[in-house]
């Protein structure tokens, strides 16, 4: 049975079309982007200010991010480190220290205690003195030894899981009766020492996380306005070549990608930049917030290993969205007027 020759040379024809086809889109992006990095380097001074006002709106959200982190942490550091110590009565058995021990035990906010009876607080309280031969001397009297034993409590050393609800642990300590019977009455459980650096420290991040966000819409806001106008000066500045495109048919992706890639090119540099200013200020401050007890072992972690690469990306790629945006918005109401 022959074969339709119409139907061969169809396919023929349909494998050259797709194939050509796919060779002009690829000869059309090309130009674009040759047109658009012209474009670029023609308006420098233009596209200059749009990439510093855009540099800005990434650094302030790249030091927002970074603040939140850091200021959230070193409070989380600060929870972990908290020890509640629990006063009881001086001269407690171990025997007893052990029993009110089962007892905190049974409690799911208690991550570990200690307890030390009154001979184990004296010998602690020697080695925090040791540089201190006066007192060190005078407590060497039998008399004074004796003394010291029949005043200084017995404790417990509490660390939790969850520093801002202690219901449970102080519903022990007031209700249970092997608590009650040897608590010290005139001395309070360390349950809010620290508090009022932690809330701090807290609010600090707050502050600093709504600040950056309210910071950083503010700039984005401008950001897009400056590339927005850096945009239609660059249409205003071409129109007749845009009109000269239009009449030899060129459709609206081929008009508006060179734009586009501008406003792109921008949003890298802008990227890099501040992700270049941010990690080196970031290396230049970390000592010294080292020195004020802030934790920023997390960020470094991120800094100094593959994980940079990943920065880089998210702060030139948030630079290109907002390029992107902005110049659709200047190119597509252009547009739009042309047509009507």
């Given at each position: 049975?022959?074969?339709?020759?119409e139907?061969?040379?169809?396919?023929?024809?349909?494998?050259?079309?797709?194939?050509?086809?796919?060779?002009?889109?690829?000869?059309?992006?090309?130009?674009?982007?040759?047109?658009?990095?012209?474009?670029?380097?023609?308006?420098?001074?233009?596209?200059?200010?749009?990439?510093?006002?855009?540099?800005?709106?990434?650094?302030?959200?790249?030091?927002?991010?970074?603040?939140s982190?850091?200021?959230?942490?070193?409070?989380?550091?600060?929870?972990?480190?908290?020890?509640?110590?629990?006063?009881f009565?001086?001269?407690?058995?171990?025997?007893?220290?052990?029993?009110?021990?089962?007892?905190?035990?049974?409690?799911?906010n208690?991550?570990?205690?200690?307890?030390?009876?009154?001979e184990?607080?004296?010998?602690?309280?020697?080695?925090?003195?040791?540089?201190?031969?006066?007192?060190?001397?005078?407590?060497?009297?039998?008399?004074?030894?004796?003394?010291?034993?029949?005043?200084?409590?017995?404790?417990?050393?509490?660390?939790?899981?969850d520093?801002?609800?202690?219901?449970?642990?102080?519903?022990?300590?007031?209700?249970?009766?092997?608590?009650?019977?040897?608590?010290?009455?005139?001395?309070?459980?360390?349950?809010?020492?620290?508090?009022?650096?932690?809330?701090?420290?807290?609010?600090?991040?707050?502050?600093?996380?709504?600040?950056?966000?309210?910071?950083?819409?503010?700039?984005?806001?401008?950001?897009?306005?400056?590339?927005?106008?850096?945009?239609?000066?660059?249409?205003?500045?071409?129109?007749?070549e845009?009109?000269?495109?239009?009449?030899?048919?060129?459709d609206?992706?081929?008009?508006?990608?060179?734009?586009?890639?501008?406003?792109?090119?921008?949003?890298v540099?802008?990227?890099?930049?501040?992700?270049?200013?941010?990690?080196?200020?970031?290396?230049?401050?970390?000592?010294?917030?080292?020195?004020?007890?802030?934790?920023?072992?997390?960020?470094?972690?991120?800094?100094?290993?593959?994980?940079?690469?990943?920065?880089?990306?998210?702060?030139?790629?948030?630079?290109?969205?907002?390029?992107?945006?902005?110049?659709?918005?200047?190119v597509?109401?252009?547009?739009?007027?042309?047509?009507?």
């Amino acid at each position: 049975m022959r074969k339709n020759p119409e139907r061969k040379i169809t396919k023929k024809h349909l494998k050259t079309l797709t194939k050509n086809s796919g060779a002009h889109k690829l000869r059309n992006s090309s130009r674009i982007v040759k047109y658009g990095a012209i474009n670029f380097a023609r308006n420098i001074w233009l596209s200059a200010a749009a990439s510093l006002i855009m540099t800005v709106t990434l650094l302030i959200l790249f030091i927002t991010v970074i603040a939140s982190v850091i200021l959230s942490q070193t409070a989380d550091a600060m929870r972990d480190k908290i020890d509640i110590t629990i006063y009881f009565k001086p001269g407690l058995s171990e025997e007893t220290l052990a029993e009110l021990s089962a007892v905190m035990s049974e409690d799911k906010n208690v991550k570990s205690l200690e307890t030390a009876s009154s001979e184990e607080e004296y010998t602690r309280f020697l080695k925090e003195n040791s540089d201190n031969i006066e007192l060190i001397n005078t407590l060497d009297d039998p008399d004074m030894r004796k003394i010291m034993l029949s005043t200084m409590n017995s404790t417990m050393q509490l660390k939790v899981y969850d520093i801002d609800n202690l219901d449970s642990i102080k519903n022990t300590v007031a209700a249970n009766e092997l608590f009650i019977k040897n608590v010290d009455k005139n001395k309070e459980a360390t349950y809010d020492e620290h508090r009022s650096e932690i809330e701090t420290i807290t609010s600090w991040a707050n502050i600093a996380k709504n600040g950056g966000i309210v910071l950083g819409i503010v700039f984005l806001g401008i950001s897009i306005l400056v590339i927005f106008n850096t945009i239609r000066m660059a249409i205003f500045s071409r129109r007749e070549e845009i009109y000269m495109m239009k009449l030899v048919g060129a459709d609206r992706t081929f008009i508006k990608g060179p734009f586009l890639v501008e406003a792109q090119l921008s949003g890298v540099l802008s990227g890099t930049i501040a992700a270049t200013l941010g990690y080196f200020g970031f290396r230049f401050l970390e000592p010294k917030l080292t020195n004020y007890g802030i934790d920023v072992s997390t960020i470094m972690n991120i800094l100094e290993s593959n994980k940079l690469v990943l920065v880089y990306l998210v702060m030139i790629l948030a630079g290109m969205v907002i390029g992107t945006v902005s110049a659709n918005l200047a190119v597509h109401k252009y547009l739009r007027k042309q047509t009507h």
